[in-house]
């Protein structure tokens, strides 16, 4: 079956650095995906990886092992507003999004 | 990026009703439409891939009578949610790939319906 694991919550502290991991196993793989999603509202697009490595935009990094079927997203210097919901997706070989539960993240003062 | 809005943003009604949400690519074409529906705290659970001049291809325990999916354009695409019941309050979002190969979807901002 398919299956992406991400932990349910994670807590850091404002101003430093949190690493959120996703595990998959998909049929097919075309992509992975992290979007950032505050309550209430649609997912945002963060990042796009289909090879293996790390990708940095900005305060943002997203790095993916597909041996491993590993990602994970580095944020950096963290921010009040960066309290979200932090979601990791797959494309499976229809190019279909299979979608992790979300990782909720909360930052503190 | 692309644009994709969503109509209307939040609706309530009473039990037994219709209610349409429109979902617009707003400066592009959009053949495919991704309809998604998500409970508090959870995933995004994939409902349908609405398909611009075809039938639209539901996913494995969606009604398809009941969730009736209308992509009647390149820019607009329809889900109209039939005889509505609590059960069915939830969050709507669609989503829209810009490129032959998906590589990124744009969402609408979402329709929370609220059913009484």
């Known amino acids: 079956g398919q299956n992406i694991d991400q932990p349910t919550e994670m807590t850091a502290t404002e101003g430093a650095i949190v690493q959120i991991n996703c595990t998959y196993q998909?049929?097919?793989?075309?992509?992975l995906f992290w979007y950032q999603q505050h309550a209430g509202e649609a997912p945002t697009f963060l990042s796009y990886?289909?090879l293996d490595g790390l990708e940095e935009k900005g305060r943002f990094s997203s790095f993916l092992s597909r041996s491993k079927g590993y990602s994970y997203l580095l944020l950096k210097e963290l921010q009040m507003k960066d309290s979200a919901s932090y979601l990791c997706?797959?494309?499976?070989?229809?190019?279909?999004?299979?979608w992790g539960a979300g990782t909720k993240l909360i930052i503190k003062p | 990026g692309a644009v994709v809005s969503q109509h209307p943003s939040r609706v309530i009604c009473k039990s037994g009703t219709s209610v349409k949400i429109e979902c617009r690519s707003l400066d592009f074409q959009a053949t495919t439409m991704f309809w998604y529906r998500q409970f508090p705290k959870k995933s995004l659970m994939l409902m349908a891939t609405s398909n611009e001049g075809s039938k639209a291809t539901y996913e494995q325990g969606v009604e398809k009578d009941k969730f009736l999916i209308n992509h009647a354009s390149l820019t607009l695409s329809t889900l109209t949610v039939t005889s509505a019941h609590p059960e069915d309050s939830s969050f709507y979002i669609c989503?829209?790939?810009?490129?032959?190969?998906?590589?990124?979807?744009?969402f609408g901002p979402g329709t929370r319906l609220t059913v009484l």
């Open positions: 989503s829209a790939p810009t490129s032959v190969d998906y590589n990124e979807q744009f």
């Open positions: 998909t049929s097919g793989f075309n992509g």
């Open positions: 997706a797959v494309g499976d070989s229809n190019y279909q999004l299979i």
């Open positions: 990886n289909v």
